[in-house]
Nanobody, 121 residues
Framework: QVHLVESGGGLVQAGGSLKLSCAASGFVISINTWSWYRQAPGKQRELVAAITTVGLTHYVDSVKGRFSISKDSAKDTVYLQMNSLKTEDTAVYYC???????????????WGQGTQVTVSS
């Protein structure tokens, strides 16, 4: 069984920065795509950023130029550096690992428990 553990959320003023981390535990061999999603109160969960095995990245338009996704495959960890934060970035942020191959299974999808990011004005 694979578990994703997130950290790094918190309260920050507008214009500030936070860095989220998400580490996978378990007998992980490879992960095809890491993603960060967020869900604000009363809104649907949306994809924020994604990074593939070979390092290709994708960002939702609202965070381009402010957020940066990266990964450390040796540590089975993904990061989301968030700069120039805005109040509208306030949400619960979830990491997702897709196409996860372990010693006992292949190509499963896993979610983290979520971490709250609150940006004050």
């Amino acid at each position: 069984q694979v578990h994703l553990v997130e950290s790094g959320g918190g309260l920050v003023q507008a214009g500030g920065s936070l860095k989220l981390s998400c580490a996978a535990s378990g007998f992980v061999i490879s992960i095809n795509t890491w993603s960060w999603y967020r869900q604000a109160p009363g809104k649907q969960r949306e994809l924020v950023a994604a990074i593939t095995t070979v390092g290709l990245t994708h960002y939702v338009d609202s965070v381009k130029g402010r957020f940066s996704i990266s990964k450390d495959s040796a540590k089975d960890t993904v990061y989301l550096q968030m700069n120039s934060l805005k109040t509208e970035d306030t949400a619960v942020y979830y990491c997702n690992a897709d196409g996860v191959k372990t010693s006992s299974s292949t190509y499963n999808n896993y979610w983290g428990q979520g971490t709250q990011v609150t940006v004050s004005s």
